[in-house]
């Protein structure tokens, strides 16, 4: 057993299966986009939401936070989650729905765990982010309709990445006024998920900015190589948080405002942290190219000609476009698994000499 609780070549199995729930989620997401001749399996169309936000990201989140904790039982959370993903694929939807209410109630025990070794405002902002999702995954399980789930749901991306972004930066120097304007952001947001998408997009577009004036990716964007990329990323999302944010706090096109929201946010900042989580997960290095950033590119060119085709009634350029989404995680994904095979192979051919 390694540090973090499990060996990392079994930290692999639970990835693949967040990411079959990922592969399942983006093909019922062409499905519902209008792209009626995509083999995609029923239950992707209908759970595309809970595939994608609990099974895969439900997964990946809680996997991390369990090689944090450094406790077997922490690694229950991506399991159970990661299972009920096969679950809702195999027809078993009620098991499948509990599944994934059972893995956020493990993170939110394993954050808990984590808060209490080191107290601070990220790791209470963390535990909130879990419990949001356990509300939303929860209240899917007992059968409320999504509309009611998706603010807890996107309550959960927003305080996790919050919270994960001021404890990267929490060397920065701010006067206290700037921590409280963050705490009374968290607050606005809890409150406003249970009044649902219009409340909660004023409370996202003021994280957007407390994030675009104080985050040090506003400095790091100054530097080069992967420094300058993961800034990029992140900045980009940050824009995306706002833009989805308004377009909720509107009441204007839903399928513009959530995809601003999961595309263009939450995907950049996976994009921009990759290099990061991969080496402290599996233990493998995702060494920077400018290649990077042509997936990079791909997510918010084609994410623009989405909300674009959303907001002019365009179907046509909204199926052209969520394509370019699906084409955009692929790539990165060819993408970063070809330069983490090839950063092995030079490691190998060097040790061999």
Do not use: K
Not at 12 to 38: E, H, N, Q, Y
Not at 91 to 114: C, E, F, H, I, R
Not at 297 to 305: E, R, V
Request: hydrophobic share 60%.
């Amino acid at each position: 057993m390694g540090a973090g609780g499990l060996a990392p070549r079994w930290r692999f199995p639970l990835l693949v299966l967040g990411f079959v729930a990922l592969a399942s989620g983006i093909a019922g997401g062409l499905t519902r986009s209008g792209l009626a001749s995509f083999p995609a399996p029923q239950a992707s169309v209908a759970l595309h939401g809970a595939l994608m936000v609990s099974a895969f990201f439900g997964t990946v989140i809680s996997l991390e936070r369990a090689v944090a904790l450094g406790r077997l039982w922490g690694y229950g959370a991506p399991l159970a989650s990661g299972l009920g993903g096969i679950a809702l694929l195999a027809g078993a939807t009620a098991a499948g729905l509990w599944l994934l209410a059972a893995g956020a109630a493990l993170l939110v025990a394993a954050s808990a765990v984590l808060a209490a070794r080191q107290p601070s405002l990220e790791s209470s902002t963390l535990i909130l982010g879990a419990v949001c999702w356990l509300a939303g995954n929860l209240m899917l399980a007992v059968g409320i309709p999504a509309p009611g789930v998706v603010p807890w749901w996107i309550a959960f991306f927003a305080l996790t990445i919050a919270a994960e972004r001021l404890e990267l930066s929490r060397y920065m120097p701010r006067p206290p006024a700037v921590r409280r304007a963050f705490v009374a952001i968290i607050a606005a947001l809890v409150i406003s998920a249970y009044f649902g998408t219009v409340p909660l997009g004023a409370a996202l577009v003021a994280l957007a900015a407390w994030l675009l004036a104080f985050d040090l990716a506003r400095i790091t964007i100054r530097q080069t190589m992967l420094p300058r990329y993961i800034a990029a990323c992140l900045l980009a999302g940050y824009a995306w948080l706002a833009i989805g944010g308004a377009l909720f706090a509107l009441g204007s096109n839903y399928d513009a405002a959530i995809h601003a929201m999961m595309l263009g946010f939450v995907f950049s900042m996976v994009f921009g942290h990759a290099p990061v989580i991969l080496p402290a997960v599996l233990r493998v290095a995702l060494p920077y190219s400018a290649w990077l950033y042509l997936p990079l590119a791909l997510l918010h060119g084609s994410l623009a000609l989405r909300v674009s085709g959303d907001l002019l009634g365009a179907g046509a350029l909204r199926i052209v476009a969520a394509v370019g989404n699906a084409a955009a995680i692929a790539l990165f994904i060819l993408t970063a698994a070809g330069l983490v095979l090839s950063a092995a192979m030079r490691a190998r051919s060097s040790s061999s000499r």
